[in-house]
């Protein structure tokens, strides 16, 4: 079983469209996570970050951790066309190095 | 602010042929530096990390080396290039601690014929 799954899509919406994207975890050791937005032909840059369960709001952009039943979640509100990428998941325990847990991404495409 | 440089942005190689790709760091110090492949289909690979000078794990066998010989300098090498090498190799690099949270750079895309 791999420890971080994720829906690889592709999901296509249209523009202004409210976004649920989704990973389930299996090792309940994590404790942080983090999503990755990647343009096509790009290096994966750094979205959102939490610890723990909860939520955590920056703009449009909501990330969600429920760790009773090891799922997160990134919500997208008012969708562009310039959101059209891939999203990465990714989840850690605390304190161990090089292992970071990505999932394999989700393809979104934002149609005007 | 810190900045993550890779070289060259593209490249394409015959097989057999050696590879080297350099990676540097601006703004920060004994970052833990990382190699990743990713192919499509197959998410991001983790290949190498490096916590210092000389420190350097392996995570997957293959024909690829790396070196960091200096604070800030990661370099992936092979000796010679397979088909399969083929992909998109990005660096990444965090600052360490409890939470190791890393930013990548701008990746090479590698096409071994």
């Known amino acids: 079983q791999k420890e971080v799954e994720q829906d690889p899509g592709p999901l296509s919406v249209p523009e202004g469209a409210i976004v649920s994207l989704n990973c389930t975890y299996s090792?309940?050791?994590?404790?942080?996570f983090m999503w990755y937005r990647q343009y096509s032909r790009k290096g994966p840059e750094l979205l959102m970050y939490t610890y723990s369960s909860g939520n955590k709001e920056d703009g449009r952009f909501t990330a969600q951790v429920d760790k009773s039943s090891k799922y997160i979640s990134l919500f997208i509100r008012d969708s562009q066309p310039s959101d059209s990428a891939t999203y990465l998941c990714a989840s850690q325990a605390g304190g161990s190095q090089g292992n970071l847990i990505f999932g394999k991404g989700t393809k979104l495409s934002v149609k005007p | 602010s810190q900045t993550i440089h890779q070289w060259p942005a593209t490249l394409v190689q015959p097989v057999g042929s050696p590879l080297s790709l350099e990676c540097t760091v601006e703004g920060t110090s004994n970052p833990n530096l990382y190699w990743y492949r990713q192919a499509a289909g197959r998410g991001l690979q983790l290949l190498f990390y490096s916590i210092g000078i000389d420190q350097i794990s392996s995570e997957v066998p293959q024909n690829l080396s790396a070196s960091r010989p200096q604070d800030r300098q990661f370099i992936l090498s092979s000796k010679k290039l397979l088909l399969s090498d083929s992909g998109f190799y990005l660096c990444?690099?965090?600052?360490?601690?409890?939470?190791?949270?890393?930013?990548f750079g701008p990746g090479t895309r590698l096409t071994v014929l």
């Open positions: 990444a690099w965090s600052a360490g601690g409890m939470s190791d949270t890393q930013y």
């Open positions: 090792n309940s050791a994590f404790q942080y």
